[in-house]
């Protein structure tokens, strides 16, 4: 815990003027607001018998001097308030971009374990709890600490037997609300796992509400959403039943101590052990230590709350990405692209099922590779061994000579494009799109890379042209537009190794005819790798290889696969019927 604490203070750093400062100012009010019932008992007790001229004169400047604090105590929690909530937020968007670019760094085996709406949840409302915590915690402890000593002392020196009497109840005060703040310490913890779910349920939803729509099935949704909304319902019901006890029970306490005080009071005031002006005294000071009790207890629910939500971020921020650079890892900015795979083989970190078994391929610089075979033998599984997007289990992987493993990551990715089946474009315009290849690039490269794809016709004929916004995930276009910017994307980024993972599958036959020219044309001296389903598109592939659940079945030019008549015919054939 000490080390998580350390972590956790170090986000005032950056920001320690603002924090002393609101220190500071925190302090001032509370010192505030223990010397008006001073000022007030000294007008009670002593002047009221002056002579009346001389006794306006002074309640008129104790009158000012009140004024004056009260206006002190405005500007203290004006600016505890508004100064220290930005400091809350700017730690809050410190903490945001620390795990935002921590997801970066994170690798598909981790997001292929993680719910979207999990992983939100850390980044919005856990962190509003930190933020909370770092901003009212320290200031509220302070206040609390020198309003509940500093009365104590002030009326210790003003009757001890009625200071024993108010105080008594403290401890009881103490004791419930450390009680049910542990009950809804537990309570909270649900609810955040909670929310969480429904946020994930919500975000699956709402991203495949065309599926959803397709198949008529609003109502199935609905009820996988009301089924997470009453379990949440359910965890908050017994969260409010403690937070009432907790709430209710307070004030209970708080108004038994103004009655002990009442009726002790009223005891000595009939034996002579208090005065009137003492008792009014004692009754203004009750709220000055009942209410920091109260916020003591908060704050420790607060700590509860922000300290659980910074365990979970510490638990994403601890999590290191398995893919990462070495140490000693080597530049490769201008790669040729030869790829060799070395008794290469592969499984999932949670299933030891090989998806891939001691594969021996080796592809040379510029070469085109097309990869064929039923689904589920690890194509798409192969090629993402290149850039690294999931390490090998055995063997090794070279590109140059140089295991991809020993390259630094960036500049390995950097010379790998890939277009892939799933078509992902943000919301944005389609420029911004394009550009996404090549974050430099200038307009008339963009455009260039859009005609090399054919997709600079369908553009221009938006009214606005490359500046036309595709909304969320592209819905404004079809499949086959989509598939053309993400191929834009990758003629603009220009690498000396691609991956084609059915690049073309969305595209109608002549779309797709026009593009197969680009790509071919795109693969013209660099290192190609193709993933088919349509077998007639890698007629011209240098070398074919066909992938089984046992490894490399067999390789070879179009022809000569055919002329096997093995897998590669039936498959070629079948897919010809199809057709």
Same mark, same amino acid.
């Given at each position: ?86 400091? @809350? ?42 933020? /909370? ?34 105080? #008594? ?48 099935? /609003? ?14 319902? /359910? ?75 910074? /365990? ?24 040729? @692209? ?34 064929? @075979? ?6 798409? %599984? ?70 090399? #794809? ?13 500046? %036309?916004?595709? @909304? ?84 070879? %030019? ?22």
């Amino acid at each position: 815990m000490k080390d998580k604490l350390k972590k956790l203070f170090a986000y005032y750093k950056p920001y320690r003027f603002l924090f002393y400062s609101d220190m500071f100012f925190a302090v001032m009010g509370a010192a505030v607001t223990l010397v008006i019932p001073l000022i007030v008992r000294y007008i009670t007790s002593e002047v009221v018998y002056y002579e009346a001229a001389d006794a306006r004169r002074v309640i008129f400047y104790l009158g000012v001097l009140l004024i004056f604090l009260v206006l002190v105590e405005f500007g203290c929690n004006y600016y505890i308030s508004y100064f220290g909530h930005v400091m @809350g937020a700017k730690m809050e968007a410190d903490m945001r971009s620390d795990i935002f670019g921590h997801y970066q760094k994170l690798t598909f085996a981790f997001y292929d374990n993680q719910k979207v709406g999990h992983l939100l949840s850390r980044i919005t409302s856990d962190l509003f709890d930190i933020s /909370e915590l770092l901003h009212h915690g320290p200031e509220d402890v302070l206040i609390s600490v020198i309003k509940i000593v500093g009365s104590f002392v002030i009326l210790m020196n003003i009757n001890a037997k009625l200071t024993v009497t108010a105080f #008594a109840f403290v401890p009881l005060m103490v004791a419930f609300a450390v009680y049910y703040n542990m009950k809804m310490k537990q309570a909270f913890a649900r609810n955040r796992a909670r929310i969480a779910d429904i946020n994930s349920q919500i975000e699956d939803s709402l991203a495949g509400i065309r599926v959803v729509k397709s198949f008529a099935n /609003e109502k199935e949704e609905l009820k996988k959403f009301n089924k997470g909304n009453h379990n949440f319902l /359910e965890a908050k019901k017994d969260s409010y039943k403690y937070m009432g006890m907790y709430n209710s029970g307070l004030t209970a306490l708080t108004t038994l101590v103004t009655v002990g005080v009442l009726i002790a009071g009223g005891i000595f005031l009939t034996t002579g052990g208090v005065n009137a002006p003492d008792l009014i005294t004692f009754l203004l000071y009750i709220n000055n230590f009942t209410e920091p009790v109260k916020k003591l207890v908060n704050s420790a629910e607060q700590f509860q709350n922000g300290y659980t939500g910074f /365990e979970r971020f510490l638990e994403i921020l601890s999590i290191a990405p398995d893919i990462s650079d070495k140490p000693d890892a080597v530049s490769m900015e201008n790669m040729q @692209g030869d790829i060799e795979f070395k008794n290469v083989s592969f499984h999932y970190e949670d299933n030891e099922e090989k998806v891939l078994n001691h594969i021996n391929l080796k592809v040379r610089a510029g070469e085109y590779m097309a990869l064929v @075979g039923p689904s589920g033998v690890g194509k798409t %599984t192969l090629c993402s061994l290149i850039p690294r997007f999931y390490d090998v289990s055995e063997g090794e992987l070279l590109i140059d000579g140089v295991d991809v493993r020993d390259m630094k990551l960036n500049d390995l990715r950097n010379n790998v494009g890939i277009v892939q089946q799933d078509v992902y474009l943000f919301a944005g315009t389609i420029m911004e799109n394009i550009r996404y290849g090549k974050s430099e690039a200038t307009d008339e490269e963009v455009v260039l890379a859009a005609k090399n #794809a054919n997709a600079h016709e369908f553009i221009m004929s938006f009214p606005d042209g490359y500046d %036309t916004d595709i @909304g969320q995930r592209g819905v404004k276009l079809s499949g086959g537009q989509k598939q053309r910017l993400s191929i834009a994307r990758v003629f603009l980024k220009n690498p000396p190794i691609l991956i084609f993972d059915e690049a073309t599958s969305a595209l109608d036959n002549e779309s797709e005819k026009v593009v197969q020219k680009s790509l071919e044309s795109l693969a013209k001296d660099r290192t190609t790798f193709v993933i088919a389903h349509r077998l007639t598109t890698i007629r011209n592939a240098q070398k074919i290889l066909v992938l089984t659940e046992e490894g490399i079945a067999e390789q070879g %030019t179009h022809e000569e696969l055919l002329a096997k008549k093995g897998i590669y015919e039936s498959l070629y054939f079948s897919g010809e019927e199809r057709k």
